[in-house]
């Protein structure tokens, strides 16, 4: 099996070594932090990755593709550079809701290159997003990044088996980080269909439990292929969903 690797939102310093502390303290097998680049937060991915590194030395900051302006020099190199970080996650982003914040019509494969340019020694992975249209389109993009210099892949979270099961026989050899999210609540899971295009299998539960029986069949299925896997404890109750797929470490 791969690496084991868990998201953070960062919502503020102290909540952030909070939930670091209590997975170095209770949970099993954790390999790598990742830290996603959310603007309603002070705290941007790579400020957040900095204290990550406090609690494990592997760590993974995004960054949003629309934030960097091409013409000038990547603006977070000097904190990376600083904090040693030599892994990051290129996604496109989001156009903010505050549009006093400025973006740029960057796209992921420009930023890979532009981190190759500026920051040779940084590993850069990109994202897979296996609901925005057909397998065929997405595999295109995959290979654009790749082209582009891309180390490796997260995907947005499986419900399905099958599906999973597809994209892995199509991306073998790859190195893929497969994501999975619990959802706990209707509310989430109509989230998921009119925001990003899932449809759930019949047996889908919006429940801890389901999320955790899921958790385990891809960590299971993982092992055999020797992937990786990628946790997206968003909402709710972190520690109950990570023990519930990793296990808790001895006392």
């Not at 013409?71 to 989001?94: F, H, K, N, Y």
């Not at 549009?99 to 500026?118: A, G, N, R, W």
């Not at 499986?158 to 209707?186: C, H, K």
Request: no cysteine; aromatic share 10%.
């Amino acid at each position: 099996m791969g690496r084991i690797s868990v998201e953070l939102v960062p919502r503020s310093p102290e909540g952030l070594r909070e939930d670091l502390q209590m997975i170095k303290d209770n949970i099993h097998g954790v390999d790598l932090i990742n830290i996603p680049d959310l603007l309603r937060f002070e705290t941007r991915s790579w400020q957040g990755a900095a204290i990550a590194q406090d609690f494990y030395p592997a760590v993974m900051p995004h960054i949003r593709a629309i934030d960097v302006d091409l013409t000038q020099p990547l603006a977070m190199r000097p904190e990376l550079r600083q904090s040693g970080i030599t892994e990051v996650l290129v996604i496109e982003g989001d156009p903010p809701q505050d549009m006093s914040h400025k973006f740029y019509p960057t796209v992921t494969t420009d930023v890979i290159q532009k981190f190759h340019q500026e920051m040779p020694e940084v590993k850069v992975y990109a994202g897979i997003d296996q609901y925005r249209g057909s397998m065929r389109q997405e595999l295109y993009r995959i290979q654009r990044k790749l082209q582009a210099g891309a180390v490796g892949f997260f995907t947005q979270p499986f419900f399905d088996m099958r599906l999973l099961e597809m994209y892995a026989d199509m991306l073998q050899g790859q190195n893929v980080y497969w994501g999975i999210t619990p959802i706990a609540s209707e509310r989430s899971k109509s989230y998921w269909e009119l925001k990003n295009n899932v449809i759930f299998p019949r047996d889908f539960e919006p429940t801890l439990e389901w999320s955790i029986y899921f958790g385990r069949k891809v960590k299971g299925f993982i092992e055999t292929t020797g992937d990786n896997l990628y946790l997206m404890p968003i909402k709710g109750n972190l520690q109950a969903y990570l023990e519930g797929i990793l296990g808790s470490k001895p006392e």
